[in-house]
């Protein structure tokens, strides 16, 4: 009869924590519908992964005398672990679902999405300093890049331990902006900055043009960082399916059917990364607390650049700074914040067209940065 | 001098890179330059990338539209 208590006898106060913890995301998911196509398969995930003997992970079998291989497991070291698969593919699903037109037709915003990653370097900079190694605080400052696919890509390839917590925060995070933005704002803005108006005056854009850039930017982003070439080569693969015009059906295939799969199935193959021994423990916390703090520096430093600008623009021609903040990757909930606190500064202030341009260039902008963090780091190993 | 200052880290450092576990302030004191070389090079290689998509798109603009 042992055999029917084997399971319950050999629970561990960690795997208790951790089905808390599986708990937790799911009903963020559901309840508070905060991404649950990630959420809630990683809260799933993380309670099969912790339950005693789980034949969902890899096991010994001593009578059988061989591993077992369980389904999580395999997932993981087939499409994540040995060819960061799932997350590339997904980003052809991403880029296939983007509209770079308000970017195009007002290029100067692809500043404000570059000005906005620099939270990811100030938090591995932070992360240094609380103890971490080099490798582990860059993956958990790419948090900061607000994009989960980077996040678990980053992380994966410079070998991280702490894969499951980066990648719990990177997208628990993305689904508070409307939360952590607007308190980042208002800690560096006034509310006459906040109602400076903007005019809209965008440059036409051709199809040609639609076409052309991403081409265009995967071959300028390819030579100066070459590892973020499968990043941003995905991302404007999808977009260039998207774009041209002759290829509705892969488009909608790439923006429905596989993001979906691949979302399906890289919440639960992160779980894999989420097994008690290797996530309850302190550096958790610190993990959660420098990926709020990413995306804090994130907003901080993209209003302080656009109101830096301000300096030397005259006056009617200022920039309103909260479209700095727009330039993190968190599409679309940073560009709607942005609108949102528009609207209540001057209700006549309308700044959707500029966040959009700003949010859609952040997530060129985060996937090279992840690439140039894939670059730079390894020479210091 | 950053070159100088990398290679006299790379050549005296301890291995600051294996994960999975926070460590001392011997390893943190080691890896802030590291740390700080790759926040100059990561804020200027993304914005070399956005000034050169910057000029392409105002050509492409420029030419497309005359056409």
Not at chain 1, 16 to 43: D, F, N, R, S, T
Not at chain 1, 115 to 132: D, E, M, P, R, S
Not at chain 1, 299 to 317: D, M, Q, S, W
Not at chain 1, 328 to 348: C, N
């Amino acid at each position: 009869m042992d055999f029917l208590i084997n399971g319950i006898i050999a629970i561990t106060w960690q795997q208790a924590v951790m089905w808390i913890v599986g708990a937790l995301l799911i009903y963020l998911a559901i309840a508070k519908k905060l991404e649950p196509a990630l959420l809630l398969p990683m809260g799933f995930g993380a309670i099969l992964v912790n339950l005693p003997f789980s034949g969902a992970i890899n096991q010994y079998n001593p009578a059988l005398g061989k591993d077992v291989i369980g389904i999580v497991d395999w997932l993981f070291n087939e499409f994540i672990d040995v060819s960061e698969a799932m997350p590339l593919l997904l980003f052809i699903g991403i880029g296939a679902m983007i509209d770079f037109g308000p970017l195009l037709a007002n290029p100067k915003l692809l500043f404000f999405g570059a000005a906005a990653q620099a939270g990811i370097f100030l938090t591995v900079i932070l992360a240094v300093l609380l103890g971490f190694p080099l490798v582990d605080a860059a993956s958990i400052g790419i948090i900061g890049a607000a994009d989960g696919p980077t996040s678990i890509l980053v992380s994966q390839i410079l070998d991280s331990g702490y894969i499951g917590a980066i990648a719990v925060a990177a997208y628990s995070y993305m689904a508070l902006v409307p939360i952590i933005q607007p308190a980042a704002i208002k800690m560096c803005t006034t509310k006459k900055e906040r109602a400076i108006h903007m005019s809209y005056n965008p440059e036409s854009v051709t199809k040609r043009t639609k076409i052309i850039f991403p081409i265009a930017v995967t071959i300028i982003a390819g030579l100066v960082a070459p590892a973020s070439v499968s990043l941003v080569g995905m991302l404007m693969l999808g977009n260039l399916i998207r774009e041209c015009g002759v290829l509705n059906t892969l488009s909608d295939t790439a923006q429905n059917v596989l993001a979906n799969l691949i979302t399906l199935l890289l919440g639960i193959t992160i779980a894999a990364s989420m097994r008690a021994e290797s996530f309850v423990r302190l550096e958790t916390l610190m993990i959660m607390g420098l990926g709020l703090v990413a995306f804090f520096l994130d907003t901080v430093v993209g209003v302080l650049f656009a109101k830096l600008l301000n300096v030397f623009l005259p006056e009617g021609k200022k920039i309103n700074p909260m479209i700095g903040a727009a330039g993190i990757s968190a599409f679309p909930m940073s560009s709607r914040v942005v609108q949102k606190m528009g609207l209540e500064a001057d209700p006549t202030n309308h700044l959707l067209m500029h966040a959009v341009g700003a949010n859609v260039s952040g997530q060129i902008a985060s996937v090279v940065a992840g690439g140039i963090i894939l670059s730079i780091v390894p020479l210091f190993i | 001098m950053f070159k100088f200052i990398r290679n006299l880290i790379c050549s005296g450092a301890t291995s600051g890179a294996t994960s999975g576990s926070t460590s001392g302030s011997a390893p943190a004191t080691s890896a802030i330059i590291p740390a700080l070389d790759i926040l100059w090079k990561g804020m200027l290689g993304i914005f070399v990338v956005s000034a050169l998509i910057f000029i392409t798109v105002k050509i492409l603009n420029k030419i497309n539209s005359k056409k």
